[in-house]
C-alpha cells in the first residue's frame, strides 16, 4: 500500500482528517485527542549530495513546567557510552531501563511519567523510538507563552497503519500523563502546527 492510502485508511480508521497533497506539499494526516491536535507528515532534508525523508507525529501544548525530554532506543553505540558515564535517567524498571535512554533535565517529572505503567509499556513496543519535547519557536524567535512540542520523528516514510496508530497510543498516554502531573492541561494551545 502507498503512503497516499495508507494515510487516507489511518484518517478514516481514527476519525481523523486526510490533507490531500497540493503543488510541492506533502499529505498530512490530523487525528485529534482531548483538545490535542496531532499531526503526521513527511519532510525531506538535503544533505547536498542526497536528501534523506522523515516522517513525524507532532503536537503541541501548554508546558507549565518548561518541562522538556529525549527518549529513544539504546543501541551498540549508547551502551558503550553509557558504560564510560553518559547521563541517562533509569525508571527503576529493568526492563525500560536497560532498553532505552531518557534524557530530561527535570528528572523527577521524567521518572514519575514514564513510571506509569500504561506509558511504560508503549515506549518499549513502539517500534524506532526517538521522542522528544522541545520549546516551541515561532519566526525563530521564543514566545512569552509556554508552548512545547511532542514529537516522534524517524528515517523514512511509515506507511504502516500499525506503527501510526501506536504513536498515537503513545502520544494519547503521555498527554493524560502530563495533565496528571500538572505539567500541561486539556486545553488548545494559541498556536498550531502547520
Not at 513546567?65 to 551502551?79: A, D, L, P, S, T
Not at 509499556?121 to 516551541?136: D, P, Q, R
Amino acid at each position: 500500500m502507498n503512503q497516499k492510502d495508507s494515510w487516507k485508511l489511518l484518517a478514516d480508521e481514527m476519525g481523523g482528517n486526510y490533507i490531500a497533497t497540493k503543488l510541492l506539499k506533502v499529505p498530512k494526516v490530523e487525528l485529534n485527542y482531548k483538545s490535542f491536535r496531532f499531526l503526521i507528515d513527511t519532510y525531506t532534508v538535503s544533505t547536498g549530495k542526497s536528501t534523506i525523508t522523515y516522517t513525524r507525529m507532532r503536537t503541541v501544548f501548554i508546558n507549565k513546567e518548561e518541562f522538556r525530554f529525549k527518549i529513544y532506543k539504546e543501541g551498540f553505540f549508547q551502551k558503550i557510552a553509557k558504560a564510560l558515564g553518559m547521563p541517562d535517567i533509569e525508571i527503576g524498571d529493568a526492563q525500560v531501563d536497560d532498553k532505552l535512554i531518557i534524557k530530561s533535565p527535570v528528572e523527577y517529572l521524567a521518572v514519575d511519567l514514564f513510571s506509569k505503567p500504561s506509558i511504560k509499556e508503549m515506549l518499549i513496543g513502539v517500534k524506532n523510538l526517538n521522542l522528544s519535547v522541545e520549546k516551541k519557536f515561532y519566526d525563530n524567535t521564543e514566545m512569552t507563552y509556554k508552548e512545547s512540542v511532542l514529537n516522534q520523528t524517524v528515517t523514512g516514510v511509515v506507511k504502516d497503519i500499525e506503527i501510526l496508530k501506536s504513536w498515537y497510543n503513545l502520544f494519547s498516554a503521555i498527554i493524560d500523563g502530563m495533565i496528571e502531573l500538572n505539567i500541561t492541561e486539556d486545553t488548545e494551545p494559541q498556536n498550531a502546527l502547520v
